[in-house]
């Protein structure tokens, strides 16, 4: 196989790469009924005026797996929190004692499980359309290689390389979407 073909099958490889791992944080959010700091990440606290994550603003910890605590850093900064995670719309309810925030994770109801299995199936989709897309731009790339010499068989080659690449980070995504299901199922 030519460098130039090498090149781009190791440019997908990459995109694959950062979509696999794009695809599990997006599905490491979808509540499983346990507590997990990640719950939190899409979380914006307005710190004198500005948007900013809350995790940069205090501590969340996960002291059992039903509930989350949020210690501020700033005991200011605790009607902020509080209000930015009711604004965020996660089903869950904090409660400010005057020095840190308590998140109770109620137990998920069977509908809910399934909503979020669903949510869970889309979340996998999106990433096998990722995959998918960097597929069709490898391939688009490998083929416009014949104008700088590369012969056809060795463009047939690459998209070849470029198709068990595809294979094998679609199956990735299933198996992350499987061990989603499992645990959202769990009760």
Do not use: C, F
Request: glycine share 6%; charged share 35%.
């Amino acid at each position: 196989m030519s460098e130039l073909i090498k090149k781009q099958v190791t440019d997908a490889k990459a995109s694959m790469d950062r979509a696999i791992e794009h695809a599990d944080n997006e599905l490491n959010k979808i509540r499983a009924g346990k507590a997990s700091p990640a719950m939190l990440d899409d979380v914006k606290v307005d710190y004198y005026g500005t948007p900013t994550a809350l995790s940069q603003v205090g501590s969340v910890n996960t002291p059992d797996a039903r509930t989350i605590v949020i210690q501020p850093w700033e005991k200011s900064l605790l009607t902020a929190i509080e209000k930015a995670i009711k604004e965020a719309n996660l089903g869950v309810n904090p409660q400010n004692d005057g020095i840190i925030i308590r998140i109770n994770v109620p137990p998920l109801t069977e509908e809910r499980r399934r909503d979020l299995v669903k949510k869970a199936k889309g979340e996998a989709e999106n990433g096998k359309v990722a995959i998918r897309n960097i597929r069709k731009d490898a391939n688009e790339k490998i083929k416009k290689l014949k104008s700088e010499g590369v012969s056809e068989d060795e463009i047939k080659t690459g998209e070849a390389e470029v198709q068990k690449l595809t294979d094998g980070y679609i199956v990735k995504i299933d198996q992350l979407s499987e061990a989603k299901e499992k645990d959202i199922m769990t009760v």
